[in-house]
C-alpha cells in the first residue's frame, strides 16, 4: 500500500520534505530548509533514517525546498538524486550560499558567546561548505528532460513537467504499480503564475489519482501583471525624480531575473529616469548567469535578446557588485539608484546594510516584490512596523513600502484552480505549501468550485494513498 510522509510545508509554506513509500521502495521529494518562525526545526535531527532513502526526486533549486539535502547526505543518504540540469546548477549556487552564511552566522556567535564563557552552549551549523561539495561529488545525481518518462525501479517511473516557477522548475508524475493496477500521483512542487516575463507558462497536468498540491497564495488573487508593471514603473519613477533611492529586497532566483528583464525593458524604452541599478548580491550574480546559459528555456522575449545583444539582462546603467567594498561603496550614492539585494525576506543578506543607512529617509522607497514568511523581517515591515533592530540598532522605518504581488513566481488561487481543473481522474487532494488560512480558504474553494474534497496536511502525518 502507497504511503506519504510529510516532514514539512505543512500548514505552512517552507520546509518542503515528503517521503513516498511504495513496496518497500522509499522515494524523497524535495528536502528543504524551515524559514520564518519555524527555523527551529533546521537543527532538529530527522524523523526518519536518511540511510533508508533510496531516491531524492527535487521539483527546484529554492532553498526551502533544497536547504536540507547537505544535511540529508551528511546524515547517511546513499541514495540517487533527480534533478533537472538548470536545477542542479542553481542549487549548487543555493546552497554554497546557505553554508556560507551558516558559518559565517556561527563565528560571530560564537565570539561573543565565548567572551561569555558559553561557546559550548551553541549549536553548530546543520553543515558547511565541504559538505556542500560531497552533496555534488560522492553522489550520483540524474538530470531528467522534461516531458520524458523515466523508470525509477522496477514497477515505478516518473515524469517531469515544466512547472513555470523559476528556471528548471518542475511538477512531478510518480507512476507505480499496485495489485496489478496502475496508479498515478503527482508532487506540485512550486508551480508558477503565468506572467510572461522570464519563465514560460506551467505545462498542464492531463491525469492523476492522487495530488499534492502548493497553496501559497490559495487564499488571494495576483493583479493582473499589465496593472503590476504599471505600479511598479510608477513607484520607480516618482521615487528617482524626487532624488530618492529604491530598495528591493529580492530573491536571487527569478525574482531577480524578471526585475532586470522589466529595467532593461525602461532602460531601452527611455521610462526609466537617470539612475545607477545596482545588483548587490553575489549569488543573484552567479544565479544569473545561469539563466543566460540557459536561455533557451526562457521566455520568447529573453531569447531574442541573446540573440541580438549577446547577453540577457544586462543593460548600461546595471552595475554588479560582487564585493563587500563594492557593496559598501553604494552608501556613497546620495540619490537616484535603485537597488536589488538579497535576502528576498530580509532576514540576513547586504539589504539589510542598505535599510540601516536608508530606509528612515522619507524620499526613499522599499518595494516589495516576493511573498514574506512569518517571523521575517521583510514580514514585520510590510505589516506596517515603524521600528525595525538592525545589527542591534532600532532604526526608524519613513520610506514608503510597497508591495507588488503581481510579479510571484507563485500561482495565486485561480492559477491554481484552473490547473487542478484539467486534471482528470483526480480523486484525492492533499494540500501543502501554504499557511493555514489559505488552505482553509482553498479548501472551502475546491469544493465549492470543483467538488473536489482536500485534506490539509498536518507535521509528520503518514496518508495512505
Known amino acids: 500500500m502507497a504511503t506519504v510522509h510529510s516532514y514539512g510545508a505543512t500548514k505552512e509554506v517552507t520546509g518542503s520534505c515528503h517521503l513516498f513509500e511504495v513496496g518497500g521502495v522509499k522515494i524523497m521529494i524535495d528536502c528543504g530548509m524551515f524559514q520564518g518562525e519555524d527555523e527551529e526545526k533546521n537543527s532538529e535531527a530527522f524523523y526518519f533514517d536518511p540511510k533508508?532513502?533510496?531516491?531524492?526526486?527535487v521539483t527546484h533549486a529554492h532553498l526551502d525546498h533544497t536547504g536540507r539535502i547537505p544535511k540529508l547526505v551528511k546524515e547517511g543518504f546513499k541514495g540517487k538524486i533527480y534533478a533537472t540540469a538548470a536545477t542542479m546548477d542553481l542549487a549548487q549556487?543555493?546552497?554554497?550560499?546557505?553554508?556560507?552564511i551558516m558559518n559565517e552566522d556561527f563565528q560571530t556567535r560564537f565570539k561573543k558567546a565565548e567572551r561569555q564563557g558559553?561557546?559550548?552552549k551553541l549549536s553548530k551549523p546543520l553543515y558547511e561548505p565541504l559538505d556542500v561539495d560531497k552533496t555534488f561529488s560522492a553522489l550520483e545525481w540524474t538530470n531528467p528532460e522534461y516531458d520524458k518518462y523515466y523508470e525509477l525501479c522496477e514497477g515505478i517511473s516518473f515524469v517531469y513537467r515544466n512547472a513555470g516557477h523559476i528556471l528548471g522548475s518542475a511538477?512531478?508524475?510518480?507512476?507505480?504499480?499496485?495489485n496489478s493496477d496502475s496508479h498515478t500521483i503527482v508532487f506540485s512542487g512550486d508551480i508558477g503564475n503565468d506572467n510572461g516575463l522570464v519563465m514560460p507558462?506551467?505545462?498542464?497536468?492531463?491525469?492523476?489519482?492522487?495530488?499534492?498540491v502548493e497553496t501559497t497564495y490559495g487564499n488571494?488573487?495576483?493583479q493582473s501583471i499589465d496593472m503590476t508593471i504599471k505600479e511598479f514603473k510608477n513607484v520607480v519613477i516618482n521615487t528617482l525624480e524626487n532624488r530618492g533611492n529604491v530598495l528591493i529586497p529580492s530573491f536571487a532566483i527569478e525574482r531577480t531575473q524578471e526585475l532586470l528583464c522589466l529595467l532593461r525593458s525602461m532602460h531601452e524604452s527611455g521610462e526609466l529616469p537617470k539612475c545607477k541599478v545596482f545588483l548587490d548580491s553575489p549569488m543573484a550574480t552567479k544565479a544569473t548567469e545561469v539563466y543566460r546559459s540557459?536561455?533557451?528555456?526562457l521566455t520568447n522575449r529573453c531569447q531574442e535578446n541573446v540573440q541580438e545583444n549577446g547577453t540577457v539582462f544586462n543593460f548600461d546603467s546595471l552595475i554588479y557588485t560582487e564585493t563587500p567594498e563594492a557593496s559598501k561603496g553604494i552608501n556613497d550614492i546620495k540619490s537616484r539608484a535603485i537597488i536589488i539585494a538579497g535576502s528576498g525576506m530580509c532576514n540576513g543578506g547586504r539589504i539589510t546594510h542598505h535599510f540601516k543607512h536608508r530606509i528612515w529617509d522619507k524620499r526613499n522607497a522599499v518595494i516589495f516584490v516576493g511573498f514574506q514568511a512569518q517571523g521575517t523581517l521583510g514580514r514585520e515591515i510590510v505589516e506596517g512596523t515603524k521600528w525595525i533592530n538592525v545589527y542591534g540598532e532600532d532604526i526608524v522605518v519613513k520610506s514608503s513600502i510597497h508591495t507588488i504581488n503581481g510579479f510571484s513566481a507563485h500561482a495565486d488561487q485561480d492559477g491554481i484552480l484552473a490547473w487542478v481543473s484539467k486534471i482528470k481522474n483526480l480523486k484525492k487532494v492533499f494540500l501543502v505549501h501554504g499557511e493555514l488560512e489559505s488552505q482553509q480558504v482553498f479548501k472551502e474553494v475546491l469544493k465549492?468550485?470543483?467538488s473536489l474534497d482536500a485534506h490539509i496536511v498536518g507535521f509528520k502525518e503518514k496518508i495512505t494513498i
Not at 549556487?93 to 556560507?100: E, P, R
Not at 511538477?171 to 499496485?178: A, D, H, N, Q
Not at 540557459?294 to 528555456?297: I, K, R, T
Open 52 to 57: 533508508d532513502i533510496d531516491y531524492l526526486l
Open 201 to 212: 507558462n506551467l505545462d498542464k497536468c492531463d491525469d492523476s489519482q492522487s495530488l499534492y
Open 294 to 297: 540557459y536561455a533557451q528555456e
Open 118 to 120: 558559553k561557546e559550548h
Open 220 to 222: 488571494r488573487e495576483h
Open 171 to 178: 511538477f512531478i508524475e510518480l507512476s507505480y504499480m499496485e
Open 93 to 100: 549556487i543555493i546552497l554554497m550560499d546557505s553554508a556560507k
Open 448 to 450: 465549492n468550485r470543483l
